[in-house]
């Protein structure tokens, strides 16, 4: 156990504890980050193939107006390409009477574009929409099953839990916070899903680490943090004295750590409520993108499981093939159970039903359960229910101290994906700065 001094102190090297950090090294600040894991990134990971080319068991997408990660990649060097989609989309074709139904779901842009961006507790109906589910709303309102299943699909794919585990408000939220339902959060073109990193997005992390040097310290969890007239982080490799802290870990896993004195109330009651989903993402590598030759974007759409949504995400030069899939939700729930090789059978299986016997021809199988995951314990991010919001949602950005919290899930716009994580980190790497140290 080595002892240091620091100005700050950053627990977690993830997009948003190391985008707080470069901020507040710019400004000349001395900072130390502390890490858990031996790798920084936190829930982006690459996955490398060979030859240089990866995919990405974490976040990968970017789109339209995620400016924060935008910038910082262009800063870095790192790249982007678009999303493959050329060919046609495999699934069932819906009714009229389910498209009708789904067309309501429009009615969520005019009741989220109520929402006042950063303090969406405060709208005169948000009482009234955080009493119910989402669930709730849709059956209310939907009659067609096919429409329900596909919406409860949307849900999966944007929250990675039912929607009866949602708040209505908290579904709102998360629409102002994007800017639309339709496209940013749903659409490919125009939308979240556009564009992947050259190299993956790992590389953002990577490169930040690299100019950050020796102040970030792997593989050293972050067990207590006492605080008085400084901060004391006390970690399994380092124990550092600070000015101030920045916790930049997902809420899930903040109560591992051992506050003294301990958290005021609202703010442990809204970390417990804050409960991440669960999703399994699967690359499926295959010698050739063999779907492209048949006229199939490798997009796959079915609300019946086990992998309910697929793309073609294979490196820029379209070598190897590459299908990835999501099981989400109640799915994955179901499928972690499962050990690997039956899961691995069942996925391909049902590749192979969409894709052709083609698919059942993989040359590798990665996938990343990240509920299993001790440092994230599931993904993409927390979502809140019933209740949670108008009660405890002004704690959300709330220093308490002289500790500050950022993570994907504290920020204003594009909460829960990689461009809220950096927007978080920057911003509260300037409450840091705006105090005194
Ligand atoms: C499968 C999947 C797909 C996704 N897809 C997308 C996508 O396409 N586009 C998109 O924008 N977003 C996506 N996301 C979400 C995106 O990856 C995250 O929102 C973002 O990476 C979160 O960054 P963060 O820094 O807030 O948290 P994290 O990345 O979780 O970083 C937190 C860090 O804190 C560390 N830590 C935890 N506890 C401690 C402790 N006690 N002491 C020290 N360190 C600790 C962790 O190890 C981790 O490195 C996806 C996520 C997943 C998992």
Redo the contacts with the bound molecule.
Sequence with gaps: MSTRDAQVVI?????????AARELTKAGIDVVV????D???????NHHLGDGKVV????????PT?DH?ATLAAELGVDTFPTYTAGRDVGEELSAEALGDLVKLSELQAMADTLPLEAPWTADLAHEWDAQTFYTWMTDRMKDADARAMTELMVGAIFTVPSAELSLLHVLVFIRSAGSLFPMLTDVEGG??QDRFVGG?QRV?ELMAEELGECVVLS????SIDQKDDVHVV?DRLDVRARRCIV???PT??D??AFTPALPATRAQLQRRMAAGS???INVIYDEPFWRSEGLSGRLVDPHGPVTITFDNSPPDGSPGVLMG?AEADEARRLIRMPLEDRKRLVLEHFANHFGPKARDAIDYIE?P?DE?E??RG???ANLPPGAWTAYGAAMREPVGLVHW??????VR?M???????E??QRAASEVLQATL
């Excluded at 790798?39 to 990971?45: E, I, K, Q």
């Excluded at 050293?220 to 067990?223: A, D, F, Q």
């Excluded at 950022?406 to 920020?411: L, V």
């Design positions: 627990v977690g090297a993830g997009l948003a504890g190391l985008s502390v890490e858990a894991r790798r920084v990134g936190g829930r982006t990971l990405e068991v974490g976040g990968q997408w970017v789109g995620q990660i979240a899903q997005s992390s050293s969890p972050v067990r970690s930049a870990v997902p896993v903040i591992r750590i999703v399994i993402k999501f990343g990240w995951e440092w994230t993904c993409y991010g950022a993570s994907a899930e504290t920020a594009w829960n994906y990689m461009d809220g994580a950096v978080s980190g």
